[in-house]
């Protein structure tokens, strides 16, 4: 069993940054497949980034991809969301979670993968 909680969403001018930071508790994020997603007002959840057990691999959204980075620190297992070059178009709750590592490899960016999930934190571009 996994708990995520997330932190440091805020608010932003159009071409800032914010850092996402995902603290894990209960399993080693080493073993998991690990994730960011975001869900504006009206809108459906919508993958972000995903990164594979240890780092291995990272994968991303079209609409992030250039913009956005996915890491992981082990030791302090936490997942991190670095956002850079944001836009109005990327305010949304973002949330954190945890999949079996195969996920990973079978679906990295869809919702269903998923099994665990933070409750989120807001980022706001305007």
């Known amino acids: 069993h996994v708990q995520l909680v997330e932190s440091g969403g805020g608010s932003v001018q159009a071409g800032g940054s914010l850092r996402l930071s995902c603290q894990a508790s209960?399993?080693?994020?080493?073993?998991?497949?690990m994730g960011w997603f975001r869900q504006a007002p009206g809108k459906e959840r919508e993958a972000v980034a995903a990164?594979?057990?240890?780092?291995?691999?990272?994968y991303y959204a079209n609409s992030v991809r250039g913009r956005f980075t996915i890491s992981q620190d082990n030791a302090e297992n936490t997942l991190y969301l670095q956002m850079n070059t944001l836009n109005p178009e990327d305010t949304a709750m973002y949330y954190c979670?945890?999949?079996?590592?195969?996920?990973?490899?079978?679906?990295?960016?869809?919702?269903?993968?998923?099994?665990?999930w933070g409750r989120g934190t807001q980022v706001t571009v305007s």
């Open positions: 209960g399993d080693n994020i080493r073993r998991q497949c």
């Open positions: 979670a945890a999949a079996p590592p195969y996920r990973c490899y079978t679906g990295p960016l869809l919702t269903n993968s998923y099994t665990y």
């Open positions: 990164i594979s057990i240890s780092g291995g691999s990272a």
